[in-house]
């Protein structure tokens, strides 16, 4: 009989031994087995926790957003709710925070992002993930922009993070934080700029 309270630790582990076997591997390779290894359990214990191995893709796509959730919340509510700007700049800072920009949380967005082309369950999650960023972003910008300039520069912020997330991904370096920062920011007071102009 399992231990009682053992379901969440085992589905942390999990999750845990994910990342690393995908930042080892890849995802392609990152099999039952390994992870099972790297989290010190047996194979069966994946099917009983997850089904399968996209079970533990979406579980672990599920805590990294949930980490990218809470990086944006805790900056925010550090603030005065009544400067834009600065909800606006917490919530970049959010999406290159530590929990995102790590080798493993990266390599396994960026198998995510391919995986859920295919998936209907992770490009539910994938959508989400999209909106949430859009809509937090359009909120800001609609307190200081005319509704039209408030989407347009929402949306061009959302793919400029993306962007320079995926380029820092890619380019088998540490992630250059402070440089995509400098970039977003720089960004995002020219469409602030705006409201001035």
């Not at 959010?94 to 209907?120: E, I, R």
């Amino acid at each position: 009989m399992p231990k009682l309270g053992m379901q969440p630790i085992r589905r942390s582990q999990l999750i845990h031994a994910t990342l690393e076997a995908v930042d080892r591997v890849g995802m392609g390779e990152a099999s039952i087995a390994l992870i099972a290894k790297l989290a010190g359990m047996s194979n069966g214990i994946i099917s009983h926790y997850f089904q399968d191995k996209n079970g533990l893709l979406e579980a672990t796509m599920r805590h990294l957003m949930a980490a990218l959730r809470q990086a944006v919340r805790e900056r925010r509510q550090a603030l005065p709710d009544d400067n834009p700007r600065d909800h606006l700049r917490a919530i970049i800072a959010g999406n290159f925070d530590p929990s995102q920009v790590n080798g493993p949380a990266m390599k396994t967005w960026l198998a995510f992002w391919a995986s859920s082309m295919h998936q209907p369950s992770l490009r539910r999650l994938q959508r989400i993930n999209d909106h949430r960023l859009y809509s937090n972003l359009c909120g800001e910008f609609r307190r200081v922009l005319p509704y039209e300039d408030a989407r347009a520069a929402a949306r061009g912020l959302a793919a400029l993070i993306d962007g320079l997330w995926l380029r820092g991904a890619l380019s088998g370096d540490a992630f250059d934080t402070q440089e995509a920062l400098r970039i977003a920011y720089e960004y995002l007071d020219q469409q602030l700029a705006k409201q001035a102009g």
